[in-house]
């Protein structure tokens, strides 16, 4: 099935770092979402994103839904020890189903 | 609010036997989707409901796997026989139309076939 390419496929920074990461896809979606997912438990929501252009922030983390609607952009400032986990854009297409991302997996040094 | 719960959170078995996967959705949710998340990849959707009826079950291997969502709350997935490549974490992730159809994932039931 189809999956959306993010990228870096995994990083390492130290702790207070920004980190940038990037979701992008040859379809046009009508909202993207980004989750994270720590081992052994389920993706958690972190932002969603529902109109071109928007820029939406959640406390350190800041997603942008591209203006082609085919590609998504998530930013972490600052980053701590528990920013630590792998990183899925979702892209939804209609009313209901999600095509996930391949993932970043991000690893923080203290 | 009570998440998504699923059971067991693992289960290992022998290529060939049969295993079933429970979910019980957030109430109120009337959309319910199964996903198989193969290790190092994102998770992809298998089956989902739309209170009891099926929506989309493309990518759902029917040879071997099934999935029922009979009173339009919990649901069971099952796979019958099991294969070396099934093994994967079943996810399970509700949604409600009133909350903007954002789906929310349970935690998982990782399988191993041996």
């Known amino acids: 099935g189809q999956q959306l390419n993010q990228s870096p496929q995994s990083m390492f920074i130290q702790e207070g770092e920004d980190v940038s990461m990037n979701c992008t896809s040859s379809s046009i979606f009508n909202t993207w979402l980004w989750y994270k997912q720590d081992p052994g438990e389920g993706p958690v929501l972190l932002i969603a994103?529902?109109?071109?252009?928007e820029l939406t922030s959640n406390g350190r983390l800041t997603a942008q839904f591209g203006i082609t609607r085919k590609d998504s952009f998530l930013n972490i400032s600052a980053s701590i020890p528990s920013d630590v986990g792998i990183y899925f854009c979702?892209?939804?297409?209609?009313?209901?189903?999600?095509?996930f991302g391949t993932g970043t997996r991000l690893k923080v040094l203290a | 609010e009570a998440g998504v719960a699923q059971s067991p959170r693992y289960k290992i078995i022998e290529k060939r036997q049969s295993v079933a996967f429970w979910c019980n959705p957030i109430s109120g949710h009337a959309t319910l989707y199964w996903y198989q998340q193969i290790l190092g990849q994102g998770p992809k959707l298998l089956i989902q409901?739309?209170?009891?009826?099926?929506?989309?079950d493309s990518q759902l291997p029917k040879d071997r796997f099934s999935a029922e969502r009979l009173k339009g709350v919990d649901s069971t997935l099952k796979i019958q026989p099991a294969k070396l490549e099934d093994s994967a974490v079943y996810l399970c992730a509700s949604s409600s139309r009133l909350a903007k159809n954002i789906q929310y994932f349970g935690a998982g039931t990782r399988l191993s076939v041996l």
């Open positions: 979702a892209g939804q297409k209609g009313t209901y189903k999600y095509i």
């Open positions: 994103l529902y109109k071109a252009g």
């Open positions: 409901f739309q209170n009891n009826g099926v929506v989309d």
